[in-house]
């Protein structure tokens, strides 16, 4: 039997799970058909019940601890063993009072001290942060900015340093603590107009010893957002903001008498923390502004949301600007509260499918970002023998680069531009240009494509051959993964993988 018959299946994303928050007095919208974003679980050193919250373990801990934190339901009976002070603010040993902001707010320097080892000082009158949202935003740039950062390997490089604006920081201070907490090579600056806001965010700085990675600045409401040239920053690598939500006073308090929980509780903050201008699209509007200016001077321009229609107003207002490399998510918490978030870039840099397509819309798929990550069939033969025919099938194109990998059999590849279309192989032919590289395989070769770097080529990729094992079966059967890098134009992608999977189909 021939290695051709490749069959069906263009899988991609996976099902996220997402659990175990505290209430959060900011709009909550429901109806979305969503898979969010957060990570399967695994098992980590630190993920058995006795170390999860074992503050004795040394922190930081490995990306799979932190991206299975709150996978499941929170036990409070177990955090309370690990903590006295939780304990003390439980009833009947393992229930926890989300009208009481008292309980609240310990719950939250709890997961802190425990999950993270971070201190926090939280006014009584200003917002109270459930970690797990928070903590799934970072988890979600994490993704992001790993998946497009230029090592191309879609995972971060620990020794990169990387600049975060957090826009509206807050008293609490929550991302820049948080992200610094989990990444050494992470800082941040936090900007707020609120000026308790801003001295308590700078205590907690302090409790903190982050000093040296965290700078809070004082900003007035008619300031821009990114204020990159005053900062004296030629660019960063992301910013973040998790926005007023709402356009008015009124707004919110009909919001609040629509829930059951009292508008006061610790989590409401203060008017300054919920209302601005436009609410959260007005906040997000002046970003997209600012950042058609910036452009390139941040790799990530994201926001949270509180409403899934601020989402496809967001998205559409990027697509009118011709932005399309975008990604979209939602943060799911226990089973009510729904947050979205959205980030756009200049690059051409191409984020994962579970960075830049965590969630889907009940608008549906027209509001999603093109794929990034295409399955282009399975092969009932063993991984060499399709290695083999990958191989031959790329390695016989004009590449300005190529790396193949062998563990784990997956390659790395830069073009510069459609060089397995029709027109340009007759072209090519008629030049009839033929190098021999090292190792004696005939690779045509454009001459102007070598003096290229990976940052200026027109389209860059990854492929990679994995194998599938079924319980039971003996049968070898891989499938091979294609996943856009770089570049400008999905329909370049999409020809792309058309011609490999054409390829791989003929019998040779
Ligand atoms: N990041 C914190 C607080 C979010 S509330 C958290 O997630 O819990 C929104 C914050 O934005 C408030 O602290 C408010 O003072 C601040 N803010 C409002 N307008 C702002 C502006 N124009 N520039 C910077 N911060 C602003």
Redesign the pocket.
């Known amino acids: 039997m021939g290695m051709s018959g490749w069959r069906k299946t263009v899988d991609h994303g996976t099902k996220r799970k997402h659990d175990g928050d505290g209430p959060e007095m900011r709009g909550t919208s429901k109806n979305a058909t969503t898979m969010g974003h957060h990570a399967p679980s695994a098992t980590t050193e630190y993920n058995t019940p006795d170390t999860k919250f074992n503050p004795k373990l040394p922190f930081p801990r490995d990306d799979d601890y932190y991206k299975t934190l709150y996978t499941e339901e929170l036990d409070f009976g177990l955090l309370g063993r690990h903590d006295p002070e939780l304990n003390a603010v439980l009833d009947r040993g393992s229930h926890l009072d989300f009208t009481n902001p008292k309980s609240v707010m310990q719950l939250t320097k709890t997961l802190l001290r425990l999950n993270f080892g971070l201190l926090i000082d939280l006014p009584t009158d200003?917002?109270c942060?459930p970690v797990p949202n928070?903590h799934n935003y970072i988890l979600w740039l994490k993704d992001l900015l790993d998946s497009s950062s230029p090592s191309y390997l879609d995972r971060g490089n620990p020794a990169q340093p990387v600049t975060g604006l957090?826009?509206?920081?807050?008293?609490?201070l929550?991302?820049p603590l948080l992200g610094c907490a989990q990444r050494p090579s992470w800082s941040f600056i936090a900007?707020?107009?609120?000026a308790k806001?801003l001295a308590c965010a700078r205590k907690n700085v302090e409790l903190n010893g982050l000093q040296t990675r965290i700078r809070v600045v004082d900003?007035v409401?008619e300031?821009c957002?990114i204020p990159l040239d005053e900062l004296g920053l030629e660019t960063i690598d992301f910013a973040m903001?998790?926005?007023?939500f709402y356009t008015s006073e009124m707004e919110l308090a009909d919001l609040a008498k629509q829930k059951s929980r009292p508008p006061n509780s610790a989590c409401t903050?203060a008017p300054?923390?919920?209302v601005?201008a436009g609410g959260e699209v007005g906040?997000v509007r002046r970003i997209i502004d600012e950042s058609l200016v910036l452009r390139r001077r941040v790799q990530w321009y994201t926001s949270m949301l509180g409403k899934q229609s601020s989402l496809e107003m967001i998205v559409n207002i990027l697509k009118q600007h011709g932005v399309d490399n975008y990604a979209v998510t939602a943060f799911i918490q226990g089973k009510k509260t729904r947050r979205w978030a959205v980030g756009w870039s200049f690059e051409s840099r191409r984020p994962s499918l579970s960075a830049s397509r965590g969630c889907e819309p009940s608008a549906g798929k027209k509001l999603l970002p093109c794929l990034t990550e295409v399955t282009i069939g399975t092969w009932y033969a063993p991984p060499q023998h399709i290695e083999k025919m990958l191989r031959d099938t790329i390695e016989n194109l004009d590449l300005v680069s190529w790396t193949w990998d062998q563990p784990p059999s997956s390659g790395l590849g830069f073009v510069d531009g459609n060089v397995w279309g029709r027109a340009y192989r007759r072209q090519r032919a008629r030049e009839q240009i033929i190098r021999r590289t090292g190792n004696g395989q005939p690779v045509h070769s454009h001459p102007l494509a070598q003096q290229k770097s990976h940052e200026e080529c027109a389209f860059g990729f990854s492929v990679a051959i994995q194998p599938l094992k079924d319980l039971g079966s003996i049968e070898n059967r891989c499938t091979v993964v294609v996943r856009w890098l770089q570049g400008n134009e999905y329909a370049v992608f999409e020809s792309f993988t058309g011609f490999l999977r054409k390829s791989m189909c003929s019998d040779r």
């Open positions: 200003r917002l942060p928070r957090d826009i509206g920081t807050g008293a609490n929550i991302y900007t707020d107009v609120d806001s900003r409401l300031d957002l903001v998790n926005p007023p903050g300054i923390e919920m601005c906040f």
